[in-house]
Structure formats: C-alpha cells, structure tokens
C-alpha cells in the first residue's frame, strides 16, 4: 500500500486524455480537422486518430462528417470548455510563475513596414523592455507583403501592417489605430495654399509611388480606381522620405502618412513640400498587428502582444508618424 503522501499516477478516462487534450482544444478553436492539424504543425491523421481515441475514451463520438467538414456534436460542445478552461488555467499559472522568477526572457521575432521604423516600433519596444529587459528582438523591416510572407513562413512571431489583413485560419489581427493620409505637393504647387483637397483634384499631376507589394502603394491604388483617376506615375520607390525628397524636387505630388516636420505646422519652409488634408473618408490607413494561431505560444512573444494592444490608440497614432 502506498502511502498518502505518495503521488498517485491518473488512472482511467482522465488519464488516457490528457494526452489528447491540445488535439481536442485545435479542434474546439477551428471547427476542422485540417486547420486543427496546421496550428498544432501534426499531419491531419494526427488529428483524426487522436479524435477517434478521445471518442473511445469518453464512449460518446465527437465530431460528425458534414459534407467536406466536420460538425463537433452536443457532447463535444460540452466538453470543449472545460478543455479550453483546463489549458488557459495551466498556462496562466506557468506564466505566473516565470513572472515571479523574473523569466520573461527568449526573443520575440517581429517585422514592420518601412515607416514604422522610426519611431512606432522603437518606442513599442523600448517601453516593453523596460518592464521586460531581458527579452530580445530579432527585426525585420520591409515593405507589407514581405512582412507578412515571413508570418506565413514562420521566421517572424508578429507583424506590424498597413492595411490589416482580415483574422483568417491561420492569422489574428487587431487594428491598432487608423490614421488619416495626406497630399504632399510641392512648395509654391497650384494647391500648396490649400489646406485640404479632394484626391481627386490631384488626377491630373504626376504622381510619385511605392512600388507594388507596400502598403501604401495598395491604399492608393484604390483612392485612384474609386476617384476613375488613372495615375500617371513619374516614379515608383521603396521609401516614403525619398518620395517627400523627390516631391520637394518638383517631381510630382505623392500620398503620404503625416510626417513629424508636419505636426507643428502645415507649410515646411525649407524642406520644399506641403502636405494637404485630404477630404475622402476613405483616405487613410489602418495600422494594426498580425499574428499566426499556435498553440503554445512563447510567454515573450505574449507579453510583447498584449502590451502592444493595450496601447492607447492616440499614442500609437502620434509614434506612426514618418
């Protein structure tokens, strides 16, 4: 007989599911087998297996084909909570107790567009790491479709994007905040006295652009298709300050977020450009974070997220600044 103080191993029904419990819990979150298989990184008949084991266990089935699909039935949609409560519970208390430990370290892997290097991110991960000082960051910076290619890919954990790609599958977004687009135009321009204009008025300037794939190069692409405009472009770059450089050359005129030599006044003698307010509704850019739907997601990589979102929009739309 052992004695009462021993630990006892799990026996019976609890025993044979703890293993099945993350299978059970992907499951829960996407409603598919196949999705379920993508965020846990197991072959799809990992996940079908481990269901008609977890169905054994508990004598009841769980999941009906419905078509293509699956349909979890009533006594999964029981269980399902209780699974989901078991984990979070788990991992708030393994969080606490790194907390505790002072072991919030690792390496948060993050990528940004190219104006948001400035200042955004900087400032996100300095007030971060003065919580945190002994998590790291690996960066990497690009234009909007570079960054979300290493999401997909894994190499990054987060992505800081314009415009937000709508929560999928396999990624979560949150907008973080949504800042209005201005016309730069040349000093002395036919509009530079204007303090704000429709885009449309603009229609018959040469434009200078980013190139395909940046995120402000999509945004203008559609404020171009929804004006009938059709641009006449005079350059396609890389770098919004090289665009403001070659609008103050009298290159042409360009869509730009708000740039800091902007916010104490509307002209910037000596730098050769005014930006103008501009009137559609539509013309502004939603800033917002990406993430991939794992399970087991790194403490670092949580905290950095949940610190990110917690940041008052007002503040964040001053940091996006160029």
Do not use: N
């Amino acid at each position: 007989m052992p004695r009462s103080h021993e630990i006892q191993p799990l026996h019976g029904e609890l025993g044979q599911l703890l293993p099945l419990i993350p299978v059970l819990d992907a499951v829960g979150q996407t409603r598919h087998v196949t999705a379920a298989a993508e965020l846990l990184g197991v072959p799809q008949p990992t996940v079908s297996r481990a269901l008609a084991r977890a169905a054994a266990v508990v004598g009841t089935e769980l999941v009906r084909k419905e078509g293509r699909g699956i349909r979890l039935t009533p006594a999964a949609e029981q269980l399902l909570p209780s699974v989901r409560a078991a984990l979070e519970s788990l991992q708030d208390a393994i969080d606490q107790l790194h907390e505790r430990r002072q072991e919030a370290r690792g390496v948060v892997r993050l990528s940004f567009q190219m104006t948001f290097g400035e200042a955004a991110v900087p400032a996100l991960i300095r007030s971060f790491r003065s919580r945190h000082p002994d998590v790291r960051f690996e960066l990497i910076q690009g234009s909007r479709e570079r960054c979300l290619d290493v999401l997909a890919t894994g190499d990054v954990d987060l992505s800081v994007v314009s415009p937000v790609p709508r929560p999928g599958r396999q990624l979560d977004a949150r907008t973080l905040c949504v800042q209005p687009l201005r016309l730069a135009v040349p000093a002395g321009h036919r509009l530079a006295e204007r303090g704000s204009v429709h885009f449309a008025e603009a229609a018959g300037e040469p434009f200078v652009v980013l190139e395909r794939g940046y995120g402000m190069r999509s945004i203008g692409d559609r404020l171009f298709r929804d004006a009938g405009v059709r641009p006449d472009i005079a350059f396609e770059g890389q770098d919004s300050r090289t665009l403001l450089g070659l609008v103050s050359a009298g290159l042409g005129v360009a869509l730009v977020p708000p740039s800091r030599a902007r916010h104490s006044a509307v002209h910037a003698p000596g730098l050769g450009w005014v930006e103008l307010e501009l009137e559609d509704a539509d013309a502004v850019r939603e800033i917002g974070l990406v993430w991939p739907k794992i399970v087991g997601e790194p403490l670092p990589v949580r905290l950095f997220r949940e610190h990110v979102l917690s940041e008052p929009a007002d503040a964040l739309l001053d940091a996006f600044g160029i």
